[in-house]
């Protein structure tokens, strides 16, 4: 059964960091892109992050460019996503969504059940 | 950045047809890609590249798109079907060969009466 598990949400203060990680089990990990997307409390989806099963390719969104780094590592089928400066605008349930194919553009076909991080002082 | 517009609420009954849009500047040269999501619950892809179903999505979902709207029906509406729909297409970046991002409509909320 494909699973995507996200860990390392919690509360943070202002400016403050946190690193999300994506446990995947259940296919071939380096075979897929991958992307992060989050949803604020009632909002839409908004894109964050995609990178290529080989790394090759990383985008990110121009609100968190030069703040957040996406990164995976294919020998332990892990994806993290590296959040620095964050401001109260972060605050979100983030998804972990595996693609459909290597390189992006794909749609999403698989997506954990989130992980609530809130930027508070 | 491209936007896509799509109306925040449908209402609709059961068995009727629920038709959600999704408005962007030629649409129709881009694949569009759907998503459901229910309470609590993270997004389900519906349907992908216009008008494709992943396996597991009745027939009685589809997708189009031409020109200026991408829409997706779902004939027969059941009570299981009210959640809220998103569109989502990629937008390569002008002047970069190696730029793009994702863009996600703003969502329609389905409601079953």
């Known amino acids: 059964e494909v699973q995507l598990v996200e860990s390392g949400g919690g509360l943070v203060k202002p400016g403050g960091s946190l690193r999300l990680s994506c446990a995947a089990s259940?296919?071939?990990?380096?075979?897929?892109?991958f992307s992060w997307v989050r949803q604020a409390p009632g909002k839409g989806l908004e894109w964050v992050s995609s990178i290529s099963g080989t790394s090759s390719y990383i985008y990110y969104a121009d609100s968190v460019k030069g703040r957040f780094t996406i990164s995976r590592d294919n020998a332990k089928n892990s994806l993290c996503l590296q959040m620095n400066s964050l401001r109260a605008e972060d605050t979100a349930v983030y998804y972990c969504a595996r693609e459909r194919g290597l390189d992006p553009p794909w749609p999403s076909t698989k997506w954990g059940q989130g992980t609530l991080v809130t930027v508070s002082s | 950045s491209y936007v896509l517009t799509q109306p925040p609420s449908v209402s609709v009954a059961p068995g009727q047809t629920a038709r959600i849009t999704c408005g962007g500047n030629?649409?129709?040269?881009?694949?569009v890609h759907w998503y459901q999501q229910k309470p609590g619950q993270g997004p389900v892809l519906v349907v992908y590249d216009d008008s494709d179903r992943p396996s597991g999505i009745p027939e009685r979902v589809s997708g189009s798109n031409s020109g200026n709207t991408a829409t997706l029906t779902i004939n027969r509406v059941e009570v299981g079907d009210e959640a809220d729909y998103y569109c989502q297409v990629w937008d390569t970046r002008s002047g970069s060969s190696n730029s793009g991002s994702y863009v996600f409509g703003s969502g329609t909320k389905v409601t079953v009466l």
């Open positions: 259940g296919f071939t990990f380096s075979d897929y892109s």
């Open positions: 030629n649409i129709g040269s881009r694949s």
